[in-house]
């Protein structure tokens, strides 16, 4: 027997595990310290009204012989696939049905979609960004190639010439950074990745963020990208799905490589190694679509926008850089007086019980920074906006 040599390339744990031990420690040890998470993105506001609804009369189908289900289809059922493709029509993008297929969260699918993919591609992944992508391509042996991002080019890396590249990721809105590609910059890309013959994994989890209209939600809204891109998405920052699980993930029937379509082998893959989202489930995410759970999901991200708002104040007044909170539910800010990203963790957590996450927890051009979420409660934040002020 021989294991994956390669799971010991990755780190210890995942950043997210290694966090919420550290808190857990704290908190044993100091059980007085009323502890503010901000650290991983997880939501704090409840599923909405519509939502809950649906997911109510489905529990009461599933209880009744004549409307019970058992296996569904594993790309979803067609009621959602039709809600997710009106809402791309929405935003100017036509897809057809066999183009949607549901998941259980971007996270997976972004992991599992490597199974698609022969070994020796060059693989691109901005440097910082979610950590999922460079574990899951060291996971599987790959070939990593960092696109530098930093405050000289806002955060967001543009393609370069002179760099071959098979697979590249790009997240935007971005996590950790907040930043956003414009259409022009998308663009870049898009004929990039067309003229290299290459794939763009697009993670769009944080689209319902974006404020600004001008700003691409989709990268199918980019002209050429049916040809060279597959998009994530989730309802977990939508529409609170963290722990009710549910996403998509868009693969374009014009998406060819040497004549085979990718959507075809994907399809192949979920239908032999996932067996769908759950009725109860797909029914709640069909809700969030309907035009009460847009106004509902909405008001949850307007909730959490005003969070971001506080926050920013806070930094202002602080006279600390930062950027994010406009378009995006996180805030990157550099960590005040010349800390690391792990000192400025353990300064925060023990001086004024507040969690953040390290910005180096993304990638070594994450060092000197932190992230902060504006997923919170809204008493919560300004609380820690107080403490962290008064630490300085
Ligand atoms: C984060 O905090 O970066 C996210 O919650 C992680 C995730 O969505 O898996």
């Known amino acids: 027997m021989k294991i994956n040599g390669h799971y010991l390339e990755l780190q210890d744990s995942y950043l997210f595990s290694t966090i919420a031990k550290k808190v857990a420690a704290f908190g044993e040890s100091h059980p007085e310290a009323e502890i503010i998470r901000m650290g991983i993105g997880d939501v704090t506001l409840p599923l909405c009204p519509a939502v809950v609804e649906a997911m109510q009369s489905a529990v009461a189908e599933m209880g009744q012989k004549e409307s019970f289900r058992g296996y569904g289809p594993e790309q979803g059922y067609d009621f959602l696939r039709e809600a997710i493709a009106a809402y791309y029509a929405g935003n100017g993008v036509s897809l057809e049905l066999e183009e949607v297929f549901v998941s259980d969260g971007a996270k997976s699918d972004v992991g599992n979609i490597l199974d698609i993919f022969a070994q020796d591609n060059q693989v691109l992944i901005p440097n910082p960004v979610y950590p999922v992508y460079l574990d899951t391509n060291i996971m599987a042996g790959r070939n990593v190639r960092y696109l530098q991002a930093d405050a000289s080019n806002g955060f967001l890396p543009m393609p370069d010439e002179t760099v071959d590249a098979d697979i590249i990721y790009l997240c935007s809105p971005n996590n950790p950074t907040g930043a956003v590609y414009n259409r022009q910059q998308l663009k870049t890309w898009v004929d990039y990745a067309n003229q290299k013959k290459a794939v763009i ?6 689209e ?7 700003l691409p939600r989709s990268i199918y809204e980019i002209e050429g990208a049916k040809t060279c891109a597959i998009e994530f998405c989730s309802l977990s920052k939508t529409a609170g799905f963290t722990g009710t699980r549910c996403g998509y993930t868009i693969v374009p029937l014009a998406l060819e490589c040497g004549g085979t379509k990718l959507n075809r082998l994907w399809l192949r893959r979920q239908t032999t190694k996932f067996n769908g989202v759950p009725y109860i489930v797909q029914r709640g995410a069909a809700a969030v679509f309907s035009s009460e759970g847009q106004r509902q999901t909405k008001e949850a991200i307007a909730y959490y926008q005003k969070n971001a708002a506080v926050m920013a104040q806070t930094l202002q007044k602080m006279g ?15 960590c005040p007086a010349g800390y690391s990203s792990w000192e400025y963790f353990d300064k925060l ?17 994450g060092e000197g920074f932190f992230r902060l979420t504006a997923f919170g409660d809204a008493e919560k934040t300004k609380e820690a906006m107080r403490r962290m002020e008064a630490l300085g």
């Not at 930062?322 to 800010?333: A, C, K, L, Q, R």
């Open 320 to 334: 600390v850089w930062f950027t994010g909170g406009t378009n995006s539910p996180y805030i990157w800010m550099k």
């Open 349 to 365: 957590l023990e001086q004024a019980h507040v969690v953040g996450t390290p910005g180096v927890g993304f990638g070594e051009n």
């Open 208 to 214: 319902a963020f974006i404020q600004d209209s001008s």
């Open 201 to 206: 994994l697009f993670d769009a989890a944080y």
